[in-house]
């Protein structure tokens, strides 16, 4: 394994290790991204390779949602995967039955609590919400299941009100309780201090479930984590409810840098990643960390030449840690070093004048306004006016 301790700071600052678990949502929140739709074979597929990367548990989908979803949901438990299945449910027994129905472990009974939800969504009081999520979860227990309870936008409900009805789940046989960040609100910050206050009052283990409206999902998870929240939501590249939830392929990387956590097969995240876009549609952008293109390739030539002697110059983690490649880009930026690199790769054995020259060459060539192919390389090759020697097939 690679060493991270090169950063003194992850020494001095401590990294403690973590007693987590990986709840991947990508099928049920994932699938709530608009416009997302998951054929029943790509659910299994996605299901797969989510269990062979070694996630936790899966929610598999809202059973309620269609015949389809239900459908989907029972083949995934089918399936006989390692990880536990879980489903979404609102708080009813008809939506605890219909989990039941597909042979779930777990099923995540919620209601939301925040006085927002409540007045405009809900119409109900709290003590009504209260109530109505116990029976459910009171209900889920006594049919044998795991029953996270999860308090839909939690964190803009008032803190005394969120810790009493937590404190009630838990009487109520609740296995976990769920901090649903619904709309992204929370900082390092908050979430660490929200955890460890819920973990003065609350016995059971915590779910940190984050949204990127702040683009802080992936912080907030880490704190959670940190201030010792125990399951930890993710989807694959992050899809989900306007703009997404934490990614599963950026928090395995991370646990794995800062605390050391390797029970997760990384080599298959980029796979998976690749899926995910092709399944849903949404392509990850390039700059995406861990699994977007860019994310192993170097152009520089300062970079090049570095990466090109020891990868760790500009890699923080290698690509065949996550299952990527590495990519040298010719374009403006590259310089001699690289064009040797690439060159050689390509069969030619140049000298260092002529591949200055080449270089100079391949800098005029900006006004294509994207990176130089190997074709076109080759053609500018061809019209330096040089003798070469030509080992390529
Ligand atoms: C939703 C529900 C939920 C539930 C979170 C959880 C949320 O709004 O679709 O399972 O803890 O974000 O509040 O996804």
Same mark, same amino acid.
């Given at each position: 394994?690679?060493?991270?301790?090169?950063?003194?700071?992850?020494?001095?600052?401590?990294?403690?290790?973590?007693?987590?678990?990986?709840?991947?949502?990508?099928?049920?929140?994932?699938?709530?991204?608009?416009?997302?739709?998951?054929?029943?074979?790509?659910?299994?597929?996605?299901?797969?390779?989510?269990?062979?990367?070694?996630?936790?548990?899966?929610?598999?989908?809202?059973?309620?949602?269609?015949?389809?979803?239900?459908?989907?949901?029972?083949?995934?438990?089918?399936?006989?995967?390692?990880?536990?299945?879980?489903?979404?449910?609102?708080?009813?027994?008809?939506?605890?039955?219909?989990?039941?129905?597909?042979?779930?472990?777990?099923?995540?009974?919620?209601?939301?609590?925040?006085?927002?939800?409540?007045?405009?969504?809900?119409?109900?009081?709290?003590?009504?919400?209260?109530?109505?999520?116990?029976?459910?979860?009171?209900? %889920? =227990?006594?049919?044998?299941?795991? /029953?996270?309870?999860?308090? !839909?936008?939690?964190?803009? &409900?008032?803190? #005394?009100? +969120? $810790?009493?009805?937590?404190?009630?789940?838990?009487?109520?046989?609740?296995?976990?309780?769920?901090?649903?960040?619904?709309?992204?609100?929370?900082?390092?910050?908050?979430?660490?201090?929200?955890?460890?206050?819920?973990?003065?009052?609350?016995?059971?283990?915590?779910?940190?479930?984050?949204?990127?409206?702040?683009?802080?999902?992936?912080?907030?998870?880490?704190?959670?984590?940190?201030?010792? %929240? =125990?399951?930890?939501?993710?989807? /694959?590249?992050?899809?989900? !409810?306007?703009?997404?939830? &934490?990614?599963? #392929?950026? +928090? $395995?990387?991370?646990?794995?840098?800062?605390?050391?956590?390797?029970?997760?097969?990384?080599?298959?995240?980029?796979?998976?990643?690749?899926?995910?876009?092709?399944?849903?549609?949404?392509?990850?952008?390039?700059?995406?960390?861990?699994?977007?293109?860019?994310?192993?390739?170097?152009?520089?030539?300062?970079?090049?030449?570095?990466?090109?002697?020891?990868?760790?110059?500009?890699?923080?983690?290698?690509?065949?840690?996550?299952?990527?490649?590495?990519?040298?880009?010719?374009?403006?930026?590259?310089?001699?070093?690289?064009?040797?690199?690439?060159?050689?790769?390509?069969?030619?054995?140049?000298?260092?004048?002529?591949?200055?020259?080449?270089?100079?060459?391949?800098?005029?060539?900006?006004?294509?306004?994207?990176?130089?192919?190997?074709?076109?390389?080759?053609?500018?090759?061809?019209?330096?006016?040089?003798?070469?020697?030509?080992?390529?097939?």
């Amino acid at each position: 394994m690679q060493d991270y301790s090169i950063n003194q700071f992850i020494e001095l600052a401590g990294t403690p290790p973590l007693d987590v678990e990986i709840c991947d949502v990508t099928l049920r929140d994932g699938e709530q991204m608009p416009g997302v739709v998951f054929r029943s074979e790509e659910k299994l597929d996605i299901a797969r390779s989510l269990d062979e990367i070694g996630v936790d548990i899966i929610e598999a989908g809202f059973p309620v949602v269609s015949k389809a979803e239900k459908a989907a949901v029972k083949e995934v438990c089918n399936l006989g995967l390692n990880a536990k299945i879980s489903a979404l449910s609102r708080s009813n027994r008809a939506d605890v039955d219909a989990a039941i129905d597909c042979g779930v472990d777990m099923v995540s009974v919620f209601i939301a609590t925040s006085d927002l939800h409540l007045r405009y969504k809900l119409h109900m009081s709290c003590e009504e919400a209260v109530s109505t999520a116990l029976d459910a979860v009171d209900y %889920a =227990k006594d049919h044998g299941l795991i /029953v996270r309870f999860s308090a !839909e936008d939690a964190t803009r &409900t008032g803190f #005394e009100t +969120l $810790l009493g009805i937590y404190r009630k789940a838990e009487e109520y046989r609740a296995d976990y309780i769920s901090v649903a960040d619904t709309v992204g609100i929370l900082n390092p910050r908050t979430t660490g201090y929200m955890i460890g206050e819920i973990r003065k009052w609350v016995k059971i283990p915590i779910c940190m479930h984050c949204h990127d409206d702040l683009g802080l999902a992936l912080a907030n998870t880490l704190a959670g984590a940190e201030a010792g %929240a =125990k399951q930890l939501h993710t989807t /694959v590249n992050g899809i989900g !409810e306007r703009s997404g939830n &934490t990614p599963l #392929e950026e +928090l $395995l990387v991370a646990l794995r840098v800062h605390h050391g956590v390797d029970r997760y097969d990384l080599s298959r995240l980029k796979g998976l990643s690749t899926m995910v876009c092709n399944y849903s549609g949404v392509p990850a952008s390039k700059n995406k960390a861990v699994v977007g293109a860019n994310a192993f390739a170097h152009e520089s030539g300062i970079h090049v030449a570095a990466v090109l002697e020891e990868p760790r110059t500009y890699e923080l983690y290698s690509p065949e840690m996550v299952g990527a490649d590495r990519m040298i880009i010719i374009g403006k930026h590259t310089g001699a070093k690289a064009l040797k690199y690439i060159t050689q790769r390509m069969g030619y054995d140049l000298e260092k004048k002529d591949l200055c020259q080449l270089a100079e060459k391949v800098k005029t060539c900006s006004e294509f306004k994207r990176p130089i192919s190997c074709d076109e390389l080759r053609k500018l090759i061809l019209d330096l006016d040089i003798e070469f020697v030509y080992n390529g097939p």
